[in-house]
């Protein structure tokens, strides 16, 4: 297996500090990089190779007109934990981009939402040795209710960085 890339070295480093630190600098630290990601607010629950979980809270400033999350933002956080997903796997002569983003709209959303997103050991494998490719990221994106309210598909592609 590959050595790691700087994302994966930084959740790393982060893990090393005290359980009640590990969180605040993640997320300081996703946010002030993705800046959107800092704008909505969306916060790390979990981030390792194979897995990544997101949360964005039903707050005012990412509201529709009608007090839920807004469209963008649910697009927002099934993008982010994909893409995090993704990033902790792209190696650092590589960049990682989005290439297909799918949101169906299913129902209301109520509240919070929470973004699961998952690698396979084939998917990792792939991304770790072929030069360019991509990969549909599992996502499931879940309400308050326990409900999926969008249902996504995913496609990141990562080719060589140019210089």
Not at 97 to 119: E, P, S, Y
């Amino acid at each position: 297996m590959s050595k790691d890339n700087r994302l994966a070295r930084l959740v790393n480093k982060i893990e090393s500090y005290p359980t009640f630190l590990r969180k605040p600098l993640l997320n300081f630290a996703l946010r002030k990089t993705v800046k959107l990601v800092g704008t909505a607010k969306v916060e790390v629950i979990q981030l390792t190779k194979t897995h990544s979980e997101f949360r964005l809270q039903n707050r005012k400033k990412v509201q529709n007109h009608i007090g839920t999350i807004h469209a963008a933002g649910m697009a927002l956080i099934a993008e982010t934990a994909t893409g995090m997903v993704v990033g902790m796997n792209v190696p650092d002569d590589k960049v990682p981009v989005i290439k297909t983003l799918k949101v169906d709209f299913l129902k209301r959303a109520k509240g919070d939402l929470v973004a699961k997103a998952h690698l396979t050991e084939a998917q990792i494998q792939d991304i770790l040795t072929l030069e360019k490719g991509e990969v549909e990221v599992a996502v499931s994106v879940i309400d308050e209710e326990g409900k999926e309210p969008i249902g996504c598909q995913m496609l990141w592609a990562w080719t060589p960085k140019r210089h």
